[in-house]
Antibody, heavy 121, light 109 residues
Framework: QLQLQESGPGLVKPSETLSLTCTVS??????????WGWIRQPPGKGLEWIGS???????YYNPSLKSRVTISVDTSKNQFSLKLSSVTAADTAVYYC?????????????WGQGTLVTVSS | EIVLTQSPGTLSLSPGERATLSCRAS???????LAWYQQKPGQAPRLLIY???SRATGIPDRFSGSGSGTDFTLTISRLEPEDFAVYYC??????????FGQGTRLEIK
């Protein structure tokens, strides 16, 4: 059974960089059929895609966040990571890592449990 | 960029009733890239429907999806107490760029 687990600080100061890691267990991050992504959800609001990465390192980012986002992958550790720079209170959210099946039929078929990141001084 | 608009924003129904949730795309979407998710408070979203009409593993057959082009529907034939939650539609754009609808809250009347 595939499992994804987010880890990282739960509190980040304004203007600093938010850093999270997702550890994948029960399967390989190097599978050709999947991208790996980050999705966030501000308290009481809907889901927002942040970006996705392939095991080769190819990335796709939400245009609204692209200037501040970096997603990277470490296949040796079966992990991928998110960095979001210059954070503000608007970046306070539950951050989910997820597996994106990109072969037809496509869907986000596995999600981590999510981790709340609060931006506050 | 394709925008997904879900309606209604909130749907109030009783257990045993039929629920019909709508997802409308701003331009045509391939059915192969349209999915629905259920989210309960404090939980991650769960995949319900992929390919617009196929149920994910373990999803009861009271859940069904339909539609094509710009109009998609999630139907729950007879609501069970555990079905009251928020539902999101989602599509992939070019490459794995993801868009979500804003969600429909299904609440107990």
């Amino acid at each position: 059974q595939l499992q994804l687990q987010e880890s990282g600080p739960g509190l980040v100061k304004p203007s600093e960089t938010l850093s999270l890691t997702c550890t994948v267990s029960g399967g390989s991050i190097s599978s050709s059929s999947y991208y790996w992504g980050w999705i966030r959800q501000p308290p009481g609001k809907g889901l927002e895609w942040i970006g996705s990465i392939y095991y080769s390192g190819s990335t796709y980012y939400n245009p609204s966040l692209k200037s501040r986002v970096t997603i990277s992958v470490d296949t040796s550790k079966n992990q991928f990571s998110l960095k979001l720079s210059s954070v503000t209170a608007a970046d306070t959210a539950v951050y989910y890592c997820a597996r994106l099946r990109v072969v037809v039929p496509a869907a986000i078929d596995y999600w981590g449990q999510g981790t709340l990141v609060t931006v506050s001084s | 960029e394709i925008v997904l608009t879900q309606s209604p924003g909130t749907l109030s129904l009783s257990p045993g009733e039929r629920a019909t949730l709508s997802c409308r795309a701003s331009q045509s979407v391939s059915s192969s890239y349209l999915a629905w998710y259920q989210q309960k408070p404090g939980q991650a979203p769960r995949l319900l429907i992929y390919g617009a009409s196929s149920r994910a593993t373990g999803i009861p057959d009271r859940f069904s999806g339909s539609g094509s082009g710009t109009d998609f529907t999630l139907t729950i034939s007879r609501l069970e107490p555990e079905d009251f939650a928020v539902y999101y539609c989602q599509q992939y754009g070019s490459s794995p760029r993801v868009t979500f609808g804003q969600g429909t809250r299904l609440e107990i009347k």
